[in-house]
């Protein structure tokens, strides 16, 4: 838990990616790269002019699709009152312009002198695997996603998860200080 907060911190510091072995974009303008030697992020980033992202991870050896999360810069309303790290916040989540569901965010991670903010999904929440159209409304503001083809995404992420060949050599991992 602690080494992916380590992670995210510095993927969130760099406007580039920290390993360069696996960084593939779809065609579908899916992101997927290394987070260690065995471990994948597939991210998206919004529509519009917004630098806030959806992200969902793939570790081995299970190489499922997990921990749905959203990368959120804070507003720069002068009335605005951050939530702190490792609470929990309510918020509006739609998939494909139908019902809005109230969902349970954890704030993961909270980065002051970046304004960054790391949301998990949390509880239930609407299946995100054939939806085309992803939607949050949170303290945060209102940010929209379109995750079309997310599933192929998944298969392609799964591939490279199933290969078992490390994401990055296994000693660059120790000195990075990534438990491998």
């Given amino acids: ?41 597939v991210n998206k980033f919004a529509e519009g002019d917004s630098m806030n992202g959806f992200y969902f991870e793939m570790s081995r050896p299970h190489c499922l699709c997990e921990t749905p ?20 916040i309510t918020a509006w989540l739609r998939t494909d312009l139908k019902k809005w569901h109230e969902v ?14 790391v949301l998990r999904l949390r509880g239930s929440f609407p299946s995100l695997r054939n939806a085309k159209i992803l939607e949050l409304d949170s303290v945060y503001g209102k940010d929209k996603w379109i995750i079309k083809n997310i599933n192929h995404s998944m298969n392609q992420a799964t591939k490279l998860c199933e290969s078992f060949i490390p994401y990055i050599e296994e000693e660059e991992a120790k000195e990075t200080g990534k438990e491998v």
């Fill in 69 to 88: 999360s959203f990368i959120i810069y804070s507003p720069d309303n002068e009335d605005f009152v951050r939530p702190d790290e490792d609470t929990e």
């Fill in 104 to 117: 349970t965010l954890n704030v993961y991670l909270a980065l002051e002198e970046r304004n960054q903010n």
């Fill in 1 to 41: 838990m602690r080494l992916l907060k380590i992670f995210l911190i510095k993927l969130l510091f760099t406007s580039h990616i920290l390993f360069s072995e696996v960084e593939v974009t779809t065609i579908d303008a899916w992101r997927i790269v290394n987070a260690g030697a065995h471990a994948l992020i």
